[in-house]
């Protein structure tokens, strides 16, 4: 007898990240199904992938979309066995917070935090464990989901809110056989580096933070430069996907004094001053 097929969705299918996490679990006996946000990537990944793979197009912040793709999901796997979400897909703002429009901040909310639980709420009926194997939630945050710097404001607060809400999917979800993890990367060499590197390159209103978001900007570039490869994350999502036995959280990091010890250890006073001093605010 064949083993059954099983299937996952992953938001963001469409490039990046959810593009290469589409790519290895389709080569390792997966059906995806995937989030795209245009016609053109539809297009694009269908032109890569073909076959084990249905790319969904569609507004991750729109509740209809995700009824949509539920429908269109449950639809058919019906000789599949659903396994799990990967929520990926997400937006960066970086820039002083004078300079924040209430629809960015909305934005970036929508996309890094809301979604995320429509996405898992919604899907919720195909990821309840059938059988005695758990199913998995899988929740890309950030090490600034962890520590917030100058200029990164708004980022920060959808992580640190992401965080916030996958603790408590661990515990709500548990009963359904599903078990929720957070993979927390630092600075990844990715194609989201350049609209992160497009937005710290923009004049901000006011001329007194001219001189610190330079500094700022040269810094993010060469933290890019040194960042984690994609192929780490992706493989790192992996290894949970597939765990019996898999962590709560996963941190990856791209500096480890930095992430790890300058920023969780220090008291909250001398960050200020090292980071004030460092960025000449």
């Known amino acids: 007898m064949s083993q059954q097929k099983q299937a996952i969705f992953i938001t963001g299918a469409g490039s990046g990240i959810g593009l290469a996490c589409t790519q290895l679990f389709i080569d390792k006996g997966f059906f995806v199904f995937g989030s795209v946000m245009s016609q053109q990537e ?88 059938q059988d005695k194997v758990r199913n998995k939630v899988i929740n890309i945050s950030s090490q600034s989901g962890l520590r917030t710097l100058p200029f990164t404001g708004i980022y920060s607060a959808s992580k640190f809110a992401l965080e916030a809400l996958s603790n408590a999917m661990r515990c709500e979800y548990s009963i359904f056989g599903i078990d929720v993890c957070l993979i927390e990367p630092g600075q990844i060499q990715t194609p989201m580096a350049k609209k992160i590197l497009e937005n710290v390159q923009i004049k901000p209103s006011h001329p007194i933070y001219a001189e610190p ?29 597939i765990s019996s036995n898999a962590k709560s959280r996963y941190e990856i990091h791209s500096d480890f004094i930095r992430d790890a010890i300058i920023f969780r250890k220090m008291p909250i006073k001398l960050q200020k001053i090292l980071l004030k001093k460092s960025l000449k605010l």
């Open 42 to 129: 539809q297009q694009q990944v269908n032109a890569q992938f073909h076959h084990d793979f249905m790319p969904i197009l569609m507004d991750i912040t729109q509740e209809q979309d995700i009824h949509n793709a539920f429908d269109l999901v449950k639809k058919h796997i019906t000789s599949m066995k659903f396994r799990g979400l990967i929520n990926i897909a997400g937006v960066i703002y970086n820039g002083p917070l004078m300079d924040v429009t209430k629809q960015q901040f909305e934005h970036i909310l929508a996309v890094n935090t809301v979604a995320v639980h429509m996405m898992t709420k919604i899907f919720l009926p195909l990821l309840e464990a």
């Open 213 to 241: 978001m330079q500094i700022f900007s040269e810094r993010t570039q060469n933290s890019f430069s040194k960042g984690i490869p994609m192929e780490k994350i992706v493989d790192t999502i992996y290894t949970a996907f």
